[in-house]
């Protein structure tokens, strides 16, 4: 068993992870909008969070920033002890939108930098502007239209070749490097501290880390009691990178649940340790996956609870009790992108 720490060391890059997350995506407005997430950003940072999951495409970001911005002013925080995090979203795949699309993040989190900048999703849709809609291009059978761009070009800087007549008679071409602004340049000009990955495969990763110059620092992945996700995650420990669990409490609350799935709040395993424990069931769940090594980012709008998620570090599990969650374990995965079934990239047709 690791022990948890209140950060987590990024040894693929700089600095630190704090454990903890605010979560900000609110299923595209349907559990909350921009102004309710800025209200719950407000009240993260005054209990303690230092970590702020964001993406581009949830548009809740000018609220993330609102709240940022309100609470460097109070000096209650300065923007080093915030750790931001955004990635980019697949219709910005192709490598001249990728910094255009952080610069807008920027611009929207009132900051000059985010500490780490993921790739969302490892599918490539078609080229779109930075105005959000659609959010998705989707085709008649409401599956997303792909585009070709490789996961390699999205990564790594590329220099191509252009060719430009030369008035001299006798050169008449010559060749022009020209630079693509992918992941790896966003990093370099500043733009990001980290760069990582997110919902990507075991062979996915692979090829990333074949051909970066600059490693991933982050996998973001599922992550819930009754989905360990235990193969991409040993996976990409071993290369080094930290890792991030999303959807941490199994999304109860996901409007596509469907009928008869199980619901962790519901779970006796884990409602006993929670009153042996005298903490919530939310409390056992995140303490779990912090003790298994990773950062979590719980996701709510409700003060209370936001309060609630951030106070599971006066307790710790047991090896017993670790290994009664361990066995909850059902390969239950509920963020299956379905807008991607049809893409070539789409991640989840590989064992993990």
């Not at 890059?13 to 903890?20: A, D, K, L, M, N």
């Not at 992550?223 to 991409?232: A, Q, T």
Request: charged share 25%; glycine share 6%.
């Amino acid at each position: 068993m690791l022990a948890p720490a209140l950060e987590v060391p990024i040894q693929n890059g700089t600095g630190s992870i704090p454990t903890v997350g605010l979560g900000t995506w609110t299923v595209f407005g349907e559990q909350g909008n921009a102004d309710e997430v800025e209200k719950a950003c407000l009240a993260a940072i005054d209990a303690g969070y230092r970590h702020i999951d964001c993406a581009w495409c949830y548009g809740t970001q000018p609220g993330v920033g609102r709240a940022l911005e309100a609470k460097i002013r109070e000096g209650v925080i300065t923007r080093e002890d915030m750790f931001i995090t955004t990635k980019l979203w697949d219709t910005h795949h192709n490598p001249s939108l990728v910094s255009e699309e952080l610069k807008d993040s920027l611009t929207t989190l009132r900051t000059d930098y985010v500490d780490l900048f993921l790739i969302h999703w490892p599918l490539a849709l078609q080229d779109q502007d930075m105005s959000g809609k659609p959010i998705a291009p989707l085709d008649a059978d409401g599956k997303g239209i792909p585009a070709e761009h490789a996961l390699e070009d999205v990564w790594k800087v590329r220099r191509r070749f252009v060719r430009k007549t030369e008035i001299h008679a006798s050169r008449k071409f010559c060749r022009k490097n020209r630079t693509m602004p992918a992941m790896e340049e966003c990093h370099r000009a500043g733009l990001t501290r980290n760069i990582g990955l997110s919902n990507f495969n075991k062979k996915q990763v692979d090829r990333i880390m074949k051909i970066c110059t600059i490693k991933p620092s982050n996998m973001q992945v599922e992550v819930s009691p009754y989905f360990s996700n235990s193969r991409i995650l040993d996976h990409c420990r071993q290369l080094g990178m930290t890792l991030t669990a999303y959807a941490p409490l199994g999304a109860p609350n996901r409007p596509w649940r469907e009928t008869g799935e199980p619901n962790v709040f519901e779970d006796p395993v884990l409602k006993e340790i929670a009153t042996v424990k005298r903490k919530t069931t939310a409390q056992v769940i995140l303490r779990f996956h912090i003790q298994r090594g990773l950062v979590v980012i719980p996701k709510s709008i409700r003060t209370s609870r936001i309060q609630e998620n951030i106070q599971i570090f006066d307790f710790t599990l047991t090896d017993d009790e670790m290994s009664k969650i361990a066995a909850l374990d059902k390969n239950l995965r509920v963020f299956k992108e379905s807008i991607g079934f049809n893409h070539k990239e789409y991640p989840f047709n590989e064992p993990f």
